[in-house]
């Protein structure tokens, strides 16, 4: 049983230095050979092993040790798990809605301030293509490209409203293609009072992030310490946790882990902002 278990062991050391190797490695991308088709996890999966392979590596080799130390072989999995997926789960998920909202707060002004110069709609956002932010900067190169090829506003503006996705992005770009449309009437009070609007969302989006931050600080505490606790419980009091070392033992303890990861899952989707409804419809 012992010459299997140290074959099994150096099977998986083995398996885990090519893995970290192949990982390492970095291959050119070759123009024409990208495949069409293939599933979006597949892609997922890949540049999640990208992302993370020291991790998973130093995982596996953790793995395998904790496993030999306890003589529970299902942390060869578990461990791996543990050290990629909880920094994913208690990490902060990033706010798109703040982002979208800091961007066109930035745009807005500019524009507000460019119109009462005598430009009209159209020439004000070509104008703010140079200043824009990063987020809007992409968006907006290709605005300006349509208007070029005698798109009409409002056409352009809705075109770049779809490719945002954002009801924050909606309201701005309905209210410059209302402008457009009836020559720049009252733009730059429009402009003013989105502007003021966008403040206050943005005040309040930033206070909601920071109470939803706290519940994810106290379970990030927990699970730090009860991780370490365990971990430590595990190779110091072994005959405590001797049943867990049994077949039926292992899968209970499985399911008492995919119980807590579960908890995190739900917390972390508690936690993440709600998806609003457009006000924009893409009319194709």
């Keep these: 049983m012992t010459g299997v278990l140290a074959s099994l062991l150096g099977a998986l050391s083995v398996g885990g230095v090519v893995l970290v190797v192949a990982g390492l490695r970095r291959r050119p991308v ?5 495949r069409v088709g293939r599933p979006a996890a597949a892609f997922r999966i890949r540049a999640l092993a990208r992302a993370h392979g020291l991790q998973l590596a130093i995982g596996m080799v953790a793995g395998v040790g904790f496993a ?17 997926g909880l920094p994913l789960l208690l990490s902060a998920p990033a706010n798109r809605d703040i982002e979208m909202l800091e961007a066109l707060d930035r745009w807005v002004r500019g524009l507000a301030a460019t119109l ?14 140079r200043n824009a932010p990063a987020t809007l900067t992409g968006p907006l190169a290709l605005l300006v490209a349509r208007l070029d090829e005698r798109w009409t506003a409002p056409e352009a503006l809705r075109a770049m409203a779809d490719e945002l ?35 206050d969302r943005l005040k309040a989006q930033r206070e909601i992030e920071t109470e939803r931050a706290k519940p994810r600080i106290v379970v990030r505490q927990v699970t730090v310490v009860t991780v370490t606790v365990l971990a430590l419980a595990l190779v110091f009091g072994r005959e405590f946790f001797a049943p867990y070392g049994t077949p039926t033992g292992q899968v209970i303890l499985l399911s008492l882990l995919a119980l807590y990861v579960a908890s995190l899952l739900m917390l972390r989707r508690m936690t993440n902002p709600r998806r609003r409804d457009r006000i924009l419809r893409s009319l194709r």
Excluded: F, K, N, Y
């Design 165 to 199: 996705d954002s009801p924050d992005a909606d309201a701005v770009l309905a209210a410059l293609a209302l402008a457009a449309e009836r020559g720049g009437t009252g733009a730059t009070a429009t402009l003013h009072a989105l502007a003021d609007s966008i403040q």
């Design 30 to 34: 070759r123009p024409g050979r990208r």
């Design 116 to 129: 009462p110069t005598g430009r009209s709609i159209t020439d004000a956002v070509r104008v703010s293509v």
């Design 68 to 84: 030999a130390v306890t003589g529970m072989s299902v942390m060869v999995v578990v461990v791996p798990i543990a050290v990629v």
